[in-house]
């Protein structure tokens, strides 16, 4: 990947309209976010679990996992989180995971990939992971990726002070200094995520369903229903 090519192709999803622009700026991103961290020589037959929110689904997240697919094997795990902020002083935010729709788990040792399209505050962070590795089990991972093209200055420092996982690594593309409005940093990715994804920044958002999401709900569902089928037809013994 040329030099600056990543900075770029940020600059260009910071200054798109919201929606299907910005969408297809972001799948960008993301495919250079992974080009600038993974070497096939190095990462070829790796697994991947690659988990990220709605809002970044479709865009950022399509992105890096279309971009694994050169690596090896991927699999994704998509959540609904709703961040507030109670209070400022002393400062205290939630993030609950409203909804979450996992792919099966990996065998041993795959990675666990983050992707978040900005991270201000890492307390969205938090709660995916802490639902994830402890509530969800994903925990017999080899690894974590956080991929982010912005996340302010203090960001890494703080998560540290918040939960204890190991071998954790950062790629972040740009490093901000000012926190901007609810979870993101400034100047960010131009806005709010969900906002500039083209959805609903009210609570409406969390009923947006991923196509993805989607076709892949149908057919877990066709199989369930064609396995209670055939255990139907087998005789009693």
Not at 44 to 67: A, L, M, T, Y
Not at 143 to 164: K, L
Not at 169 to 196: C, H, K, M, V, Y
Request: proline share 6%; hydrophobic share 35%; charged share 25%.
């Amino acid at each position: 990947m040329a030099e600056g090519e990543l900075e770029e192709a940020i600059v260009a999803a910071r200054s798109a309209p919201s929606g299907i622009l910005y969408q297809l700026r972001m799948v960008e991103v993301g495919q250079l976010l992974v080009s600038s961290r993974f070497r096939e020589e190095q990462n070829k037959g790796e697994r991947f679990h690659v988990v990220c929110s709605v809002e970044d689904f479709e865009g950022i997240g399509s992105g890096v996992r279309g971009e694994l697919t050169r690596f090896g094997t991927v699999s994704y795990s998509c959540l609904w989180p709703q961040f507030r902020r109670l209070q400022t002083d002393p400062l205290i935010e939630v993030c609950p995971i409203h909804k979450a729709y996992h792919q099966p788990r990996p065998d041993k040792g795959y990675s666990l990939v983050v992707v978040c399209s900005n991270i201000g505050s890492v307390t969205p962070l938090v709660s995916v992971l802490t639902h994830l590795v402890y509530d969800r089990g994903f925990d017999d991972f080899e690894r974590i990726h956080i991929m982010a093209p912005a996340v302010h200055v203090s960001a890494r420092a703080e998560f540290e002070t918040r939960i204890a996982l190991d071998s954790v690594e950062w790629s972040p593309a740009i490093i901000d200094n000012t926190l901007g409005d609810g979870w993101t940093s400034f100047p960010g990715i131009g806005g709010n995520p969900i906002e500039r994804r083209g959805l609903p920044k009210d609570q409406t958002y969390l009923q947006h369903m991923p196509d993805e999401v989607q076709r892949d709900l149908r057919q877990r569902r066709q199989v369930i229903r064609d396995q209670r089928l055939n255990a139907k037809d087998q005789p009693l013994i």
